[in-house]
């Protein structure tokens, strides 16, 4: 069964740090560029970060220089370092494919940032 799972998730300060996960279910995702996307309550989800199967990466200008993605194939795992935390980075982040229609998505992993 084709699964993402995220994790890593939490509450943090403002200016604090979280390191977010994604385990694929099976290495067909290696071949895969990938993404982590977010969305926060009332607003439509949007893609943050990608990072090509060959891991060339890019982030949005909302949270470039915070952000950065990365991957492991060997793992088959996505990553998320989140850096200078906002409250305006409140949301569920998800990994999911880019480029191709989305796999199931998963539960997410919900990231609150508040004093």
């Known amino acids: 069964q084709v699964q993402l799972v995220e994790s890593g998730g939490g509450l943090v300060q403002p200016g604090g740090s979280l390191r977010l996960s994604c385990a694929a279910s099976?290495?067909?995702?290696?071949?895969?560029?990938m993404g982590w996307y977010r969305q926060a309550p009332g607003k439509q989800r949007e893609l943050v970060a990608t990072i090509t199967n060959g891991g060339s990466t890019n982030v949005a200008d909302s949270v470039k220089g915070r952000f950065t993605i990365s991957r492991d194939n060997a793992k088959i795992a996505v990553y998320l370092q989140m850096n200078s935390l906002k409250p305006e980075d409140t949301a569920s982040y998800y990994c999911?494919?880019?480029?191709?229609?989305?796999?199931?998505w998963g539960q997410g992993t919900q990231v609150t940032v508040s004093a």
């Open positions: 999911n494919v880019v480029g191709r229609d989305p796999i199931a």
């Open positions: 099976t290495r067909i995702f290696n071949l895969y560029a």
